[in-house]
């Protein structure tokens, strides 16, 4: 009886997100959607469904599958040292033994960058690595370089200065959200385990990465939506056309552009949306599925 | 043997400072660059980027007032939105994730996973069809629109749910119920002050995020008097041909400055919001 | 059932809180509407801008206008704002009345079905000889949907002291007719290169001049929707290629320090050595707003005030400006479109506008509200050639034209903007032509053939425009 009410319980404290989504957030995910299907431009009030034409156009066009490619290549590259420093940071800043000084202020320079303005940062990037920039200056007059180089015309510098802003912008991110899984680990958990003998990595492997997996699939997963919508910096960086030879052309910045054509192509850039969607979807599902089987069995492995 | 160890790990933390301070001077060269600018004219920004300050730090300021900008009201309508939106994300988020993770009702799992898929939905064009949907509803113009939708934000529950999974203890709950409490009470009582940390890194992000997002806010607030300090300064903007930029970063920086405020009052919680003890063994 | 019971005051509660938020809202949006009646019976006209120039108008059209109230909202274009508000607001409630359109997008808009026909406007404009190129922007299929109050025809500038150097004289005649056309340029570009031993350079950078190309054609980019090359763009791929090719050009980009820097003589190469621009492409407001401010480095110790002369240059052509269009939907159709015949069309407004009258003590004194940084200084370039031909003595003494030396600088752009024209420009021009830039770009570094250049562009603008024929 006691446990049948608990479920009662359930649907309330769930019903206020259900009753905010269906107010706020259902009509335009249908909306988007439903445009996937059309011809719809925002500069005519008439359009037409198309039924799967919009998509058809995206598999048969070189400059979509350029942009999931290159989507991809940016946010790994970014991710994988994210991650790195960021689980290097948050095991230092919560280990006991070490007791490190200033943390939080530690923290709060490598949050940072977070707070700068995309716009800002991108023309301060673009400023130092232009031809006339002190990049340049710099490496020609000490002689590494014989002359100037137009670095923001060169596909792999510019996907490296993407890669690092990134990376710059969003690993004390990473290491706020890591550390906030680490310190609700009990201390007493690592004591036992010195006690039993246990090495820094040992205790690493088998106790700070099984706790804090939850939220690990959450870094993961929203670091991967994240990487898949990626636009700011791309987008201001060059010319916003995921110059120089595409090299950045990102998904989004791809959707951008058929939106923000003359005419508003929103029938076609819903297209490109809904397949982005799909596709981090089905990612998302593999990530899910790996990671959660290893932990129920770990899990089944603890009893 | 007692000496080594002890010698190794001072040999560590050395180690480590070096990797923090050479970590620090990465993080911060752009961020200086960026702030110095606040304090250089706008034709020494154009000409080409400086590690020293320069001196229009002052005429700047002028520069910023002469626009005829609320400045004050700027901030408490930052403010008023970013606290709103901030609480209102990190209660609801709880809430809910605390709904999937402690009752085992019909449905969870596929709410759960909705959720999730919510979560994967690319947001940034349905503005366009969320702004037609907010003039529907009349809700146009008016924080309402910025605000609400926070109540049903995937992102934030996602995370709430991960973590509420990795601290969750059946145990102190069905001691509470056991004491009486009602279900929303070991909610407020038990649930919220173990989940602190959390809820405070939770709260950071919700907090930054509402705090300078100006692109939404300028498609769906037209009136001056509700605009807030981002968007204050991004009207800095407004000569098509003649930007002040020393005046713009000077707005910028000076917008940073109560996230900062914000963010150490929040982060002390992250490290602290688990004093209470043991959680999961 | 007492917990539930509970539980549901709690959530009812909160619905009422999370009301409260949302009500004070509502009346704030029916405020102005209520009010106005009340107190003053004044007509609400919404203007939405992306500047605050229009602003100065708006409060001296109050001062002829005084039961009209105009509410102006500034929404920046940097990061695309004020585009995506305004495409989210068509076919809403939320139009505003009157809307500012920027030389990139005011075509689609024109081209559109969401701007209203104010044709009965163009007899103002003949009395006042508007300058044609200034409301043919604002044409599509014969029907008049936007004008202008400023016309922003393209010059060249240069320096005199390089051109007495290397030519032998500064004076702007003998130049033009040295740099007539873009053979001439050329030519004298080659001059220039071997009389500096290659430290000067004919031009900052070669998007500088693309424009002047863009602006000559013969046809259209989509003629009956299908993508065409007029040979004279064709030319410009040939003309930019001898640019980089012969060192004719700094490859600097417009708007970065490399730019900036030739306009005060501070421009030096990564190892240090210094070089010369000889000469700038920029319409009217890019002498009060770049060049001039740019002329003085930023130490003050370099400065090349004084040194410039203005002509037309090898070719005619526009960059930039801002137009006005009446929304469809508005409920103020005769007042909006007054507005706009006051902005755009009014003898004596654009004679304020041009020659200084709207100071900020001007404005302050119809509404004392006005920041103090509102006002308009003397020297925009207005779109009527009755208005430029009565003022433009008036600016033989003024700041701008001791910077060109003494040249009237009013006078150099009025020579210039008759024989500018915009018959051919569409909507889809400013997309088109931004997706040549990078496959032009990666030609001229020699990275893939000019055949590859012109596939990767179609492929671009094929990405962009779904419905364009492309062979």
């Known amino acids: ?303 | 043997m007692k000496i080594s160890y002890r010698s190794m790990t001072i040999l560590y933390r050395v180690f480590i400072y070096l990797f923090l301070v050479i970590l620090v001077v990465i993080t911060l060269i752009p961020v200086w660059m960026l702030i110095v600018n606040a304090t250089r004219s706008t034709v020494e920004i154009q000409q080409g980027i400086s590690l020293l300050p320069s001196k229009y730090l002052f005429s700047n300021y002028k520069i910023l007032l002469s626009k005829g900008l609320d400045l004050p009201r700027g901030f408490f309508n930052s403010l008023t939105i970013a606290v709103l939106t901030t609480v209102i994300t990190v209660y609801f988020a709880m809430l809910t994730a605390y709904g999937i993770v402690g009752y085992n009702f019909k449905g969870r799992k596929s709410l759960y996973n909705m959720i999730i898929v919510l979560v994967m939905i690319p947001m940034q064009f349905s503005i366009i069809g969320f702004y037609q949907w907010m003039s529907k509803l009349g809700l146009t113009d008016s924080y309402a629109s910025l605000i609400l939708p926070s109540i049903a934000s995937a992102g934030s529950v996602f995370f709430a749910k991960q973590y509420l999974d990795s601290i969750m203890i059946q145990d102190l709950i069905d001691a509470g119920r056991i004491d009486g409490a009602t279900e929303l009470g070991i909610f407020h009582r038990i649930m919220l002050p173990i989940a602190k940390p959390g809820m405070f890194t939770m709260g950071i992000f919700a907090f930054v995020a509402a705090w300078n997002n100006f692109f939404n806010a300028f498609i769906l607030i037209t009136s001056r008097d509700k605009y807030t300090l981002p968007m204050l300064v991004q009207t800095l903007r407004g000569d098509v041909y003649r930007h002040e930029y020393g005046a713009i970063y000077l707005g910028l920086a000076a917008s940073v400055v109560p996230i900062i405020i914000i963010y150490f009052l929040f982060s002390r919680y992250i490290v602290n919001g688990i004093s209470m003890g043991a959680v999961k063994e | 059932m007492k917990r539930l019971f509970g539980f549901l005051a709690v959530l009812m509660v909160m619905s009422l809180v999370l009301g409260a938020c949302g009500t004070p809202a509502a009346p704030a949006t029916d405020a102005p509407v209520a009010e106005a009646p009340v107190t003053e019976k004044k007509t609400i006209l919404n203007v939405w801008s992306f500047t605050n120039e229009i602003l100065t108008m708006a409060v001296a059209f109050e001062k002829s206008h005084p039961n009209v109230d105009v509410v102006y909202t500034m929404i920046p274009m940097t990061n695309g704002e004020y585009q995506t508000k305004l495409l989210a607001t068509l076919g809403t409630a939320d139009v505003p009345d009157v809307v500012a359109l920027e030389a990139a997008f005011v075509k689609s808009y024109v081209e559109s079905d969401f701007l209203a026909d104010i044709g009965d406007l163009q007899k103002y404009a003949d009395e006042l000889k508007m300058y044609p190129f200034v409301y043919e922007v604002g044409m599509a299929d014969g029907v008049h949907k936007a004008y202008a109050y400023q016309a922003t025809p393209g010059a060249l500038f240069y320096r005199r002291s390089l051109a007495k150097e290397y030519f032998g004289t500064d004076d702007p005649v003998e130049i033009q007719e040295l740099l007539g056309d873009f053979d001439k340029y050329i030519a004298a570009a080659e001059v220039i290169k071997e009389k500096s031993g290659g430290n000067t350079y004919m031009v900052s950078s070669n998007g500088d001049f693309q424009n002047l190309f863009f602006a000559n054609r013969e046809q259209p980019w989509v003629v009956d929707g299908k993508l065409t090359v007029d040979p004279m763009v064709e030319k410009m791929v040939e003309t930019v290629k001898i640019f980089r090719d012969n060192g004719y050009e700094a490859r600097a980009t417009q708007w970065q320090e490399g730019w900036f820097a030739g306009m005060n003589d501070t421009l030096t190469d990564a190892a240090g050595n210094p070089k010369k621009i000889f000469s700038y492409f920029l319409p009217t407001w890019g002498l009060p707003y770049v060049l001039y401010p740019n002329s003085t480095s930023s130490d003050g110790a370099s400065t090349t005030k004084g040194d410039w002369a203005v002509i037309e240059g090898p070719l005619p052509y526009q960059w930039g400006g801002t137009w006005l269009g009446v929304m469809k939907e508005t409920k103020n159709m005769d007042l909006a479109k007054e507005f706009i015949r006051f902005c755009t069309l009014d003898e004596e407004n654009l004679t304020n506008w041009a020659t200084g009258v709207y100071t900020n003590e001007y404005l302050k004194a119809i509404d004392p509200t006005v920041p103090e940084d509102q006002y308009q200084a003397a020297g925009d370039f207005v779109g009527s050639q009755v208005v430029v031909e009565k003022i433009t003595a008036s600016f033989d003494e003024s700041e701008m034209s001791a910077f060109l030396g003494g040249q009237n600088s009013y006078g150099g752009f009025a020579a210039a903007a008759p024989s500018v024209n915009a018959r051919l420009m569409q909507g889809s021009d400013d997309a088109i032509q931004r997706a040549l830039n990078d496959p032009l770009n990666s030609f001229l570094e020699g990275t893939i053939t000019q055949d590859e250049m012109w596939t990767l562009w179609k492929d671009a603008v094929r990405n962009e425009f779904p419905d364009l024929v492309i062979e």
């Open chain 1, 1 to 303: 009886m006691l446990k049948l009410k608990h479920h009662q319980y359930g649907y309330l404290f769930v019903a206020p997100f259900i009753i905010g989504f269906l107010v706020f957030g259902l009509y335009p995910v249908v909306n988007t959607i439903v445009l996937s299907f059309t011809d719809r431009t925002l500069m005519s009030s008439s359009y037409s469904y198309i039924g799967l034409k919009n998509f058809q156009n995206l598999f048969a066009d070189s400059t979509f599958t350029t942009a999931i490619k290159n989507t991809w290549q940016l946010w790994l590259m970014n991710f994988i040292p994210q991650m790195g420093i960021a689980f290097l940071l948050s095991i230092w800043f919560t280990n006991n033994r070490l007791k490190l000084r200033g943390v939080g202020v530690w923290r709060m320079i490598f949050y940072m960058p977070n707070l700068m303005m995309a716009s800002a940062v991108a023309a301060l990037f673009f400023s130092l690595f232009s031809f006339y920039g002190p990049v340049n200056q710099f490496l020609v007059r000490s002689g590494l370089l014989a002359e100037a180089i137009d670095f923001l015309r060169k596909p792999a510098i510019v996907r490296g200065l993407v890669v690092f802003i990134q990376w710059w912008m969003w690993f004390g991110q990473t290491t706020i959200l890591l550390m906030a899984a680490m310190t609700a680990i009990s201390p007493s958990l690592y004591e036992a385990a010195v006690v039993d003998g246990a090495g820094t990595i040992q205790m690493f492997l088998k106790i700070t990465l099984p706790l804090i997996k939850p939220v690990l699939i959450y870094i993961l997963v929203t670091s991967l939506v994240g990487g898949m919508q990626m636009f700011d910096i791309p987008y201001l960086l060059t010319d916003g056309r995921g110059s120089p030879g595409n090299s950045i052309l990102t998904n989004t910045i791809n959707m951008y552009m058929k939106f923000h054509s003359s005419k508003g192509h929103i029938g076609a850039a819903s297209a490109v949306g809904l397949v982005v969607f799909v596709m981090t979807s089905v990612v998302a599902l593999l990530i899910f599925f790996l990671l959660r089987e290893k932990h129920d069995q770990s899990a089944e492995a603890d009893r």
